[in-house]
Structure formats: C-alpha cells, structure tokens
C-alpha cells in the first residue's frame, strides 16, 4: 500500500488477500473472482484495490473493510495486468484479448479500448499519468498518448498552414486552430 502498511497478494485459489507488512499477518481475504487473480494494485491514495483475474473481469476492492465496490467487465479474455493512473482516476487493464481497456475509476464506465494484434501482458502508466505503455506477445511495446492537449497542439502546428492558405478550406474552418 502507499503507506507501506499492508501488502496485497493475488491468488490461483481466485482471492487477493491483504497482509499486515510489519507482521505478516492476515489482514482480510477478498474473494470474489471465479478463476485465478494475476495482478493486484493499490490506489494512489490506498483506498482501493483493483485485481485482475483469468475470469475476465477487474474488480476494485474498499482497501479497509474489504468490500467489492464494482466489477469492471467488458474483457473477452484473462486480464492479466492492472494499474491504476497517477491521480487514482483512471485504471487501465491488459488482456489476452489483444486489448488495454481504460477504465473510469469512480464509477466503473468503460473510457477507451486500445488494441494490439496479440495478448497484452502488462500495461502501465507514466509517471505524469498522460502516456500509457503496453506490452505484447505481438512483440511490440505501444506507447499511447493520452494527453489530449498535446495532441491537439501537435496536430494544428501540422495543419495551421494548410488552413489559412488552402483555396479548399472553407472560410469558417480558417480558424479552426486559433489560440492553440
């Protein structure tokens, strides 16, 4: 956990369970998965646990009494890798099903889907949560970019000339990148 207070392990026998790091002591037992639990995170603030399971689903945990709070489904194959971003806001999940699923970590919605063309393995954020790396039996680490900002200063640097001296651009959609 963020404080180093508690350890969370995943399972074959389909729970994560939470451990007392200065003792080794059980702390809770969070059952709940039908098949084998690959990974396991705390969130940034330790609240929450998220773990990934061969049955295709993530499931995010209340760290202090134990209690499932939503099971993120959508996965067609065994999530096998799960992190939360920087902020705790999102969490993003790798699958054999060749996909990294972006989840809303308050309410459990379904953000984004990013595919390779093999299962993914492991999936992580960059420290300033605005890139997304994933890596795949495809042989290929992606790295996705998520800060949309960026991304649209990028794309009107490319085309700001284009819209102003193009006779094909309509008039209205001269200034399309103005103040960006």
Known sequence: S??????????????????DATNGTLIKTLAGHTSTVYSVIFSPNGKTVASASDDKTVKLWDATNGTLIKTLT??????????????????ASASSDKTVKLWDATNGTLI?????????????????????????YDNTVILWNLDLDNLLVRGCKL??????D???????DRNLCDGI
Do not use: C, M
């Open 74 to 91: 959508g996965h067609t194959g065994a999530v096998g890798s799960v992190i939360f971003s920087p902020d705790g806001k999102t969490v």
């Open 2 to 19: 963020p404080n180093g207070k508690t350890v969370a392990s995943a399972s074959d026998d389909k729970t994560v369970k939470l451990w």
């Open 159 to 164: 085309i700001r000339g284009y819209l102003k």
């Open 112 to 136: 984004k889907t990013l595919g390779h063309t093999n299962a993914v393995y492991s999936v992580i954020f960059s420290p300033d949560g605005k890139t997304v790396a994933s890596a795949s």
């Open 166 to 172: 193009s006779p094909d651009v309509n008039q209205e």
